[in-house]
């Protein structure tokens, strides 16, 4: 049941979260926690203001290394399902870059492996970042900001 999804266009995270757990999970009684995080663009990063931002990534080597990060999680934590989407290509403020969700039967195991989750997309998995900043200039995020 697994599942990561890169897409190119703005999501919805709350809907794609509820539209797979109808899907997925419908008369699954057992699951009594859901973990997730939703991680969206912020206006400015390192005392700069970001007017949009634009990740880039190599088709089908994103993929399998999502697929592994959440291949480890649901090897580590008693999880029942987990699921990744990300976006990539130009992105506003607020949009949403990434939800990350796992489904367990006890919440402890849900928080810690929808962190990892997080932690793991990253410090591994390969999206590089362009930031167009409100000055005109352009950049490469070469690092990430502290969790």
Known sequence: MAAVRILTA????????????QREHAGHTGLGATACFVGRMRDFNEGDNVRTMT????PGMAERVLE????EALSRWPLEDGL???RVGEMQPAEPIVLAAVWSSHRAA???A???LMEALKSKAPFW???ALTDGSERWVEHNTPG
């Open 10 to 21: 703005p999501f919805d995270p709350w809907q794609t979260l509820q539209d797979y757990e």
């Open 55 to 58: 990740l880039e990534h190599y």
């Open 68 to 71: 592994n990060l959440l291949d």
């Open 84 to 86: 990744i989407v990300h």
């Open 110 to 112: 849900a928080f810690e």
């Open 114 to 116: 929808c962190r990892f």
């Open 129 to 131: 970042k362009k930031e």
